[in-house]
């Protein structure tokens, strides 16, 4: 294993900018929800958004006139994990830069109104301009083409576990020689009718906060943004070990799942940064750290940010990388206190390796290493 | 554990075999049935009935019957909640695991574009109309595209990691591709790959909008042509270290020589003209088979019909492999999009195994803008050793796999 993390950016419900976002979670911030209301009819949603001020100032691209939400969102990172690698004084020659792209849910919003347009009127009415920004792979063109990639370009879909599979792939990628540098990004956009969906799947709550570790989980609170991770061969920060995991066919079995990437990753020195959400997840780490890691310190950035599914992985590795180089991790806001974790309320040591564990809503956990 | 050669300097080169296969299209369910239609030439294009399309242009697809594809449907209350998607993966894998029961795969990598899109479309409509909600859990549950391929693997027992490459209409190649990689590099000695879609309607109407799909017949190639009809299904193939599918006395059906992958910039949804982002994945995959390109004998065109797509790939095909037979059996399935690759790179297998070109069918007159040896209308008899299979996709991506028959 020989990939490092060369650059990273992130756009969050709590702004954009890895330093930026970084201090507000050591500062105990949350992100305010904000209620989506329902292009038609009464009912409300809660959700964590990106604030408008953190997407204004991407570069004017043709690719990102008419682009969704989750492109910009992508672009975001994307560029901002690039330009960290460049002010680091790393040289990325284009032509050996490939780039995946991971992804759960996709432009819910285009692909709506796309089909809300069909249902309210006929296929004559269907838009072919919405049509082509419903791909999954769109926001990868988008970036693919501002970046000027080429080459490999890989849109990877799953649930929260697909961060971790994109980091896989990227790190397999990086050990032949036609890769220098992989851009691994992750984007979700959050819209009422993902909310209806997550809520009638009862996997979320009314209104934060997010609970986390709880003995009966009360659901979780969906949230958007994007994160990003240049992978290369020089960098700060190590990725040690990936376990790309597998899947679980009930809820009831994520644990072992999850327990297996653990023992595989484990480290009694080293920190965890976990995707416990208020859902049945919670139980699944809660149960696989006692198990494997007792004493290490436990932090998970949902409460802060929100659950936003296909990008929370990336987040997760964010803050993992930022832990070992800060050597701490930020407060745990509405963890229980009775969960026999180490759960901390201020600001805590790291350790001297960091484990992301991500167990997916939708039968798949994967998990990785890093280390300085 | 295998031997390889060294590649690249820093990673192994070993060779990959297809040990197994499985396939559900509209040509028939299964190896057999698939290669008879492959043989008769069979138009498997009709008409649209699983959703109102009075209002589209085109109003064909070619499909597969529900009759057959959801007679297990009613076995279990388990089976009735899955999407159709997962019964077309199971059938899949199910005759490619009844062809090897020993293959055990260490991780999944299949291609799709839209998962279980049609339970997204039944809970849209259902939310919007103010009606029944009741199945909604099971809509959202089963609708992303990970699930069909998570419902097959459960049937199998199989719970090694999985990989869902959603790169649009190259999915099913990519997802070949990548496959190939892993075990090539000898990071993995047994990989089940390939890809899938089914029918819907957000997408059938999404290709009526772009005026992409037509409302006449599908003729690659032709002078006439006039667009794409889609098509659905899956195809699943097991990829294994040849020295190790050897040990094992596994049959070698095919060997993966190469594979390429280009991104073109041009445009989200039409190809550079000059056909440069087809070229450059066809000469990778050339490049990564160490083979040049009068070796290849024939080539399994992307070949969608639509006139711009039909024109950059019929240019760079004849640039890079001058006369080489090239047919497009999209005229015959329509176009399944993520499945697409995985499909058509079954259909090489079969034409390697059996010894002939599958047909272009629909093609009445050459177009005098591309000079390709069209293998038209009628399979033909040929001694064909190398392979290409094509798929290109929305977002400018482009994918090439290079297959030989039987490993030597």
Not at chain 1, 112 to 134: C, D, M, N, W
Not at chain 2, 124 to 137: C, E, F, G, K, T
Request: neutral net charge.
């Amino acid at each position: 294993m020989s990939s490092r993390i060369s650059g990273m950016g992130w756009i969050t419900p709590l702004g954009r900018g890895v330093d930026k976002v970084w201090n507000r979670l050591l500062h105990g911030d949350e992100s305010p929800a904000q209620t989506i209301s329902r292009d038609e009819g009464n009912e409300t949603y809660q959700a964590f958004l990106v604030p408008a001020e953190a997407v204004r100032n991407l570069p004017p691209h043709s690719r990102l006139r008419r682009a969704s939400a989750i492109s910009r969102f992508a672009a975001a990172a994307g560029l901002d994990a690039i330009a960290e690698a460049t002010s680091m004084g790393l040289k990325i020659d284009v032509a050996k830069l490939a780039l995946i792209f991971a992804v759960s849910n996709g432009g819910v919003i285009y692909t709506k109104r796309f089909y809300h347009g069909i249902v309210e009127s006929g296929a004559q009415s269907a838009s072919p301009l919405l049509f082509p920004e419903t791909v999954f792979n769109a926001p990868a063109s988008h970036l693919a083409a501002i970046l000027g990639v080429e080459g490999a370009s890989y849109t990877i879909v799953g649930d929260g576990a697909v961060g971790i599979l994109g980091i896989k792939m990227a790190s397999d990628l990086l050990e032949t020689n036609a890769v220098d540098y992989c851009l691994v990004v992750a984007a979700e956009e959050a819209d009422w009718v993902l909310c209806d969906a997550y809520s009638k799947w009862r996997l979320t709550r009314s209104s934060p906060p997010i609970e986390v570790f709880l003995d009966r989980p009360h659901g979780t609170i969906l949230s958007e943004g994007a994160g990003a991770v240049l992978l290369g061969r020089e960098g700060a920060l190590q990725v040690d070990a990936i376990n790309a995991g597998g899947n679980f066919a009930h809820q009831r079995n994520a644990g072992e799942v999850v327990e297996r990437i653990l023992w595989d990753l484990r480290d009694q020195n080293g920190c965890i940064v976990a995707s416990a959400n208020g859902t049945f997840v919670d139980l699944a780490e809660r149960d696989a750290i006692k198990k494997q890691m007792p004493h290490s310190p436990v932090y998970t950035p949902k409460p802060a940010i929100g659950e936003s599914v296909g990008a929370s992985a990336l987040w997760q590795v964010i803050i993992a990388g930022q832990a070992l180089v800060k050597g701490q991790l930020p407060p745990m806001a509405h963890g229980s206190t009775d969960a026999g974790l180490r759960l901390s309320e201020t600001a805590s040591r790291s350790g001297s390796s960091a484990i992301v564990l991500a167990c997916g809503l939708n039968q798949q956990a994967a998990g990785l290493r890093l280390s300085t | 554990m295998s031997s390889c050669n060294a590649f690249n300097g820093t990673s192994k080169n070993c060779r990959v075999a297809v040990v197994a296969a499985g396939i559900v299209s509209p040509l028939g369910f299964g190896l057999a049935e698939t290669l008879q239609a492959l043989r008769n030439a069979t138009d498997c294009i009709a008409a649209v009935s699983r959703f109102d399309v009075a209002s589209c242009r085109c109003k064909t697809a070619a499909q597969i019957p529900d009759q057959r594809l959801l007679a297990n449907r009613e076995n279990s209350r388990k089976n009735a909640r899955l999407h159709r998607a997962s019964h077309m993966m199971i059938a899949a894998m199910t005759e490619l695991f009844d062809r090897d029961p020993e293959f055990k795969p260490e991780v999944t990598v299949i291609g799709t574009t839209s998962g279980g899109m049609s339970f997204g479309e039944d809970y849209y409509r259902a939310l919007h109309r103010h009606q029944n909600l009741r199945r909604s859990p099971e809509w959202i549950a089963n609708y992303p595209p990970q699930k069909p391929v998570l419902d097959a693997l459960k049937v199998f027992e199989i719970s090694s990691p999985c990989f869902v490459i959603a790169n649009a209409c190259a999915s099913g190649t990519n997802a070949i591709g990548r496959a190939f990689e892993s075990v090539r590099s000898g990071k993995c000695q047994r990989v089940l790959t390939g890809g899938y879609d089914a029918l819907s309607e957000l997408v059938f109407v999404g290709f009526d909008s772009l005026q992409a799909a037509t409302p006449e017949k599908c003729r690659p190639f032709d002078r006439d042509r006039t667009g794409m009809v889609l098509g659905e299904g899956a195809a699943v193939l097991a990829l294994e270290n040849l020295e190790s599918a050897k040990e094992r006395g596994a049959k070698i059906i095919g060997e993966i020589l190469g594979y390429g992958i280009s991104t073109d910039n041009h445009h989200l949804t039409q190809p550079d003209p000059s056909g440069s982002g087809p070229r450059r994945a066809m000469e990778l995959a050339l490049q990564s088979a160490n083979c040049s390109p009068d070796k290849v004998d024939y080539i399994n065109a992307h070949g969608t019909a639509t006139p711009f797509n039909d024109a950059a790939e019929g240019k760079a095909i004849s640039e890079l492999f001058g006369n080489v037979p090239v047919s497009s059996t999209k005229s015959m399935i329509g176009h399944s999009l993520g499945a697409a690759g995985a499909i058509e790179a079954v259909v090489c297998l079969l034409a390697l195994q059996s010894q002939f070109l599958p047909p272009n069918i629909n093609f009445r007159a050459s177009d005098p803008g591309l000079v390709l040896n069209i293998v038209a209308n009628e399979s033909r008899d040929a001694k064909i050793d190398i392979v290409l299979s094509n798929s290109f996709g929305f977002g400018g991506t482009n994918a090439s796999v290079l297959i030989r028959k039987v490993a030597a």
